[in-house]
């Protein structure tokens, strides 16, 4: 479980380029506006298609209610410059059960080739270690997503094989291709780059 420092909606955490914070209602025409391009969508098992202004106020509740059990940890990702101006999201959710937890994200295609999620990731992953109890970090990607499968591949992640997973959204069930990154490759990897982590 996420201790308290990151359920309050003033926690921050800090990279070279990015604030990773709690979403808030003001970031739903953004969801609205990127999670909607097909080229994002499709790239996961779980975005709507259309992705319509009711999914975006629903997904902005359950992260927040996420954040403030300490069920999960769901932050926006938004550039230092326009702090609230969100152009991703990163989850992390089960980390109450002390096992395994499992990763997701995303990125607005404008911010695609930068190298911005592989730093947001780096960062939230090294948080996630470092604050909660959890052995093991786990995560799933489309095949076809080979941009996402880069991004787990750089931050250590290993391929454990493939998993067909429910994807209503899709129409039924999809294959993806699994990953996983334990605790001590994690500490080794991260190393020195740690973020800063705000909560005020």
């Not at 996961?44 to 999914?55: C, G, L, M």
């Not at 880069?150 to 067909?164: C, H, I, S, Y």
């Amino acid at each position: 479980m996420f201790p308290e420092i990151t359920r309050d909606d003033i926690f921050r955490l800090e990279t070279g380029r990015l604030w990773l914070r709690w979403p808030r209602a003001a970031d739903a025409e953004a969801i609205v506006r990127y999670a909607s391009d097909p080229d994002v969508a499709l790239k996961t098992a779980s975005i709507p298609v259309p992705y319509e202004r009711h999914h975006a106020d629903g997904h902005i509740i359950s992260m927040r209610a996420a954040n403030a059990t300490g069920e999960g940890l769901c932050l926006a990702i938004a550039l230092k410059r326009q702090p609230n101006d969100l152009i991703g999201l990163i989850d992390v959710m089960g980390a109450a059960n002390r096992g395994a937890s499992a990763l997701g994200y995303w990125l607005a295609k404008p911010f695609w080739g930068q190298g911005l999620m592989t730093e947001a990731a780096t960062a939230f992953v090294d948080l996630v270690f470092n604050v909660c109890g959890v052995c093991e970090i786990t995560s799933t990607a489309l095949p076809s997503n080979t941009a996402s499968l880069r991004v787990l591949d750089k931050l250590g992640f290993q391929q454990t094989g493939v998993a067909v997973v429910a994807a209503p959204r899709r129409g039924g069930d999809l294959t993806v291709t699994t990953a996983a990154l334990k605790r001590g490759a994690a500490h080794s990897l991260f190393g020195a780059r740690r973020a800063k982590l705000t909560s005020t």
